[in-house]
């Protein structure tokens, strides 16, 4: 016999689109990929058709005192699509249309479950471009808007929240919000659509999404430069970037990631041993015309010998795309290798190197092993920490995000906070925005329903 | 003999940065530029001189019952920084401070009082700027935050929002948030920076603000195209748009606009009468090479000539920098010209000419006259409205702002809502939005200290 909530949801979504928690056909749903969170147990996993299922499904779980975690694509890395026991989980693979690409006002209206792949791919048949390239295209936009995802290409157009421009999204008490709408600047009133972005399934569901697009740049130039040091790197990127020529791609690789990257994609690049253990600026020009991308390239090129680059290389199409990509997929690598956490703290552009020698300082304190790699042009260091003794893992983190905090960093840059740092947040964060954060979540979600476990503990 | 609020105030910003508000010598603070608006009576006017200063103040005006507005350089056009009558009215004069230029991290640290002139002069003195260019560059950073403020370069490098990366603000208990950082990027909860950006002052006062700057364009060419009708001006901007070129100006102006911008400004285009009364489209390029802008400039004038412009004036560096100055003080032709209103909705960049032929002709059925304008780029209109009876004036203004929102658009695109546009916010805006808005600012603003007539009513 079905329990009072499970009826109801049966009522709400339909019957053949709820399932029991136990049921083995979604042990797979119930974590993300996230390396230090655990999957949860939900009582219930839903696929609503719609907003107002949605919205049904909300008051249902409310009404039972039970917590509600949305989930796209499950590409997440900080647990922040991860129920708790005996929650119910919102699956939104059902709502996976493009509802609209508009090349005259250059926007796509989306349902939360479309995929990158898919968004960029529609955008595409118009001459448009999504460019938010997170690790996956396989996430789900409504995934990307939780976690005001970033990526290679933010160094250019910014994170997920520059792209956001509208939502339609379902609050815990099953009202509806519609925020912004096809329009690149609003001022009437608080700004929703941008408190929403990043909220993690903490104030509310989201149904719909207004994203803008932007014109393809058909060209592009890609050149590695390995240098002696971080330090070097990170002087090298502060002056590529006032250059003003706006690269689309600009990351830093120690040397064992740059190894560990090569070999998760079979790419061999040509660079003695010794240059491949240096540590690495790739840069990425792209552009509307050749000549001007190649003259930009010229330009790069000096700038970085200048800058002391050991060496330059330009990087033939193919290499440079399978590079980009590999790096991009760079998670993968370090979790093959073996990785126990990883960490995306952002800091100062100017403060990298900085950071990365704490950071090595506190793995070497507690024994861990910490390689880096990051979005340089954006001050977004993503760390692999190799330690599998959990106190010994939890101290060395704890070192790791005080040492950014103290260099006036934030927690992270682009995966978010979700489960996995919701603690280091309550301990390292400015206690007066905390407040904020937790009387803005208390007058929206007064009973605790929406992802109770993220955001901030 | 002092109040007791008088004397608590006196003790929190020192007695010579206290006066009461029926001292002759503020008369010109107790309001800003919004035509519609009065000017109000506050209590007491207060300039403190740090954050803690702001701190007391905020708790002695909230321990009284008596609301507090801040107030920068009153530049605004909606009537967010005009105080209620026996309120204490904050003036940021005295924090006027630029904290920081950090040229290697492209970010600026300044107190809410430092104007935008001075911001962007600071800047340039390191091969940067400051892109916000509202009308007013005598505008505070601190204004300038609270309204998300725009301008005519927003076409390119967005609005106030997408340039503030961290704040320090007082809340309405006298508590104090810092938020984001000298960071490009973060999802750490809730963005509260982008809560705070654009709340005119109802959920706190902002005492510190840190911007990223951008590097300097040093090239410039400029390009005036009528067109036959806005429909026609609409299309053309699209196509601009599409093709990735990128203007850092792209503005309509309809004839008797482009009339009293130039008569204000002593400028002669010469154009023949008939192309003076055209619907124009003022695009400007800027870059880094000369031979690229010029390049650049050829394609888009080929473009313009596609799309069906009448001629396309390639403008004289001076008189192109005249005329686009002009076009930023628009406001004060129309207003010396005797407009009763103005507004600045803003639609979807697609629908700026069906938007200008409603609003039209809402005036013709009140018997107002509606000139137009805007930054077409962003689909965001200016118009200027003619009616001195009171109650045709709001019946056209009604008219207008519900054929606005009727096409998918907003309130405001960048003067913010203020005291001028609450009540038509709290009639056409989204229910479920508003009912966020309204629960955010209590859980912030639970007395109704800060700005009470503002954002929405």
């Given at each position: 016999m079905l329990s009072a909530l499970a009826a109801t949801l049966a009522t709400a979504v339909g019957p053949d689109h709820v399932v029991t928690?136990?049921?083995?056909?979604v042990a797979d749903l119930c974590h993300d990929e996230a390396l230090g969170v655990p999957a949860g147990k939900p009582a219930h996993v839903v696929w609503p058709a719609d907003r107002d299922e949605v919205a049904a499904v909300v008051r249902a779980a409310r009404a039972h005192g039970v917590s509600v975690t949305a989930r796209g694509a499950?590409?997440?890395?900080?647990?922040?699509?991860t129920p708790d026991d005996g929650a119910v989980l919102v699956a939104f693979?059902?709502?996976?249309?493009?509802l609209e690409i508009d090349p005259v006002d250059a926007v796509a209206v989306v349902q939360p479950g479309v995929t990158l792949a898919d968004l960029d791919a529609a955008a595409g048949e118009h001459g448009l471009t999504y460019p938010v390239h997170p690790g996956e295209l396989s996430a789900s936009v409504g995934g990307t808007v939780a976690t005001n995802a970033g990526g290679m290409r933010a160094v250019r157009y910014g994170v997920t929240r520059a792209h956001v421009l509208g939502l339609e999204a379902v609050l815990a008490d099953g009202s509806v919000a519609r925020t912004g709408g096809r329009l690149v600047k609003v001022s009437s009133s608080y700004d929703l659509t941008q408190l929403l972005v990043g909220s993690e399934g903490t104030l509310a569901l989201v149904t719909e999404v207004t994203v803008r697009l932007h014109p393809q740049l058909p060209v592009r130039r890609t050149v590695l430069a390995p240098f002696s040091s971080a330090e070097a790197v990170t002087t090298a990127v502060g002056r590529v970037l006032a250059t003003g020529l706006a690269p689309s791609v600009c990351e830093y690789l120690d040397g064992p990631t740059m190894r560990a990257v090569c070999a998760a994609a079979d790419l061999t690049l040509g660079l003695p041993d010794d240059l491949l253990d240096a540590d690495h600026l790739l840069v990425e020009l792209a552009g509307r015309r050749a000549e001007r991308v190649d003259e930009d390239a010229e330009e790069l090129a000096e700038l970085l010998g200048a800058a002391g680059a050991a060496d330059v290389f330009d990087l033939p199409a193919g290499s440079a795309r399978r590079l980009v990509e590999a790096r991009e997929k760079a998670f993968w690598a370090v979790k093959a290798a073996g990785a126990d956490e990883i960490v995306d703290l952002v800091v100062p552009r100017s403060a990298m190197a900085a950071f990365l020698a704490r950071a090595r300082a506190a793995g070497d304190a507690h024994g861990a092993r910490v390689l880096g790699c990051g979005h340089a042009g954006d001050g977004n260091v993503h760390l692999a920490v190799f330690q599998p003794d959990p106190d010994a893992l939890a101290a060395t983190l704890h070192d790791v995000f005080a040492a950014g905090i103290a260099l006036g960093g934030a927690i992270s840059g682009e995966h978010g906070v979700g489960r996995a740092k919701a603690r280091h947040l309550a301990e390292l964060g400015d206690p007066g925005a905390l407040d904020v954060v937790r009387r803005v979540r208390a007058a929206l979600d007064p009973d605790g329903v929406l992802n109770p476990g993220c955001a901030l503990r």
């Open positions: 928690g136990d049921d083995p056909s499950g590409t997440g890395l900080s647990g922040a699509a693979a059902r709502m996976d249309r493009i």
